[in-house]
């Protein structure tokens, strides 16, 4: 058996078992495991490249318009990213927990309560969330954006989402350079 026929095999197996998937981030969970299982490193296309599958080069792999660059630390719990941020301020409490809803758990939007909640279980639940959540909207450039309000009470229950700029700040954090990756940006990207 010729060693290029097996990897032949192998890349058509990795391909059926991934195009079972239902979406992205599930093929990126499995791909990151089996990196780790294998103990290699496999660089990823950055989601900003805009890869079009249907626009393959001769030997058949995707075009991309710019190199791989490494990949974003993997947070398993709330409590590792927690740590990773090390927050100081009520403010970056929230940040941080938003971020673990939006960003590593793709969540389009979330409530504050799930926020203070998260915080709560590590300890480091914050007095008031909804003020928090309102001084970073008014920040500028706006870090939150409320997006729905359901009643009509002032407790009622809202749901926000990051803007761009509250994901780059919290991006910065982490120690992650480079722009935000348009598929955790906003429609309004604000940087």
């Given at each position: 058996?010729?060693v290029?026929?097996a990897?032949?095999?192998?890349m ?9 998937l239902?979406?992205d981030a599930t ?17 990823t ?7 079009n599958p ?21 947070f398993?719990d709330?409590?590792d990213?927690?740590?990773a941020v090390?927050?100081?301020t009520?403010?970056e409490r929230?940040?941080t927990?938003?971020?673990?809803l939006?960003?590593v ?5 979330w ?5 203070n909640?998260?915080?709560k279980?590590t ?9 928090t ?5 008014k920040?500028?450039p706006?870090?939150v954006?409320q ?7 002032a407790q009622?229950?809202?749901t926000?989402?990051l803007t761009t700029?509250?994901?780059s700040?919290?991006?910065k954090?982490l120690g ?10 906003d ?5």
């Amino acid at each position: 058996m010729n060693v290029d026929d097996a990897e032949i095999r192998a890349m058509s197996s990795v391909v059926a078992a991934l195009n079972d998937l239902q979406d992205d981030a599930t093929r990126d969970r499995v791909l990151r495991w089996a990196a780790e299982r294998f103990g290699i490193s496999a660089p990823t296309p950055n989601p900003a490249t805009n890869v079009n599958p249907s626009a393959a080069s001769d030997d058949g792999r995707a075009r991309t318009k710019s190199p791989a660059v490494p990949t974003d630390p993997v947070f398993d719990d709330f409590v590792d990213l927690f740590d990773a941020v090390d927050p100081k301020t009520d403010l970056e409490r929230v940040l941080t927990g938003a971020y673990w809803l939006q960003a590593v758990n793709a969540q389009s939007s979330w409530q504050a309560a799930k926020v203070n909640n998260l915080l709560k279980d590590t300890g480091h639940g914050v007095s008031n969330v909804t003020t928090t959540l309102t001084a970073a909207q008014k920040k500028s450039p706006a870090l939150v954006r409320q997006m729905a309000k359901s009643g009509r009470a002032a407790q009622s229950w809202k749901t926000y989402k990051l803007t761009t700029s509250g994901i780059s700040y919290m991006r910065k954090k982490l120690g992650l350079t480079g722009s935000v990756p348009v598929v955790l940006a906003d429609d309004e990207a604000e940087s």
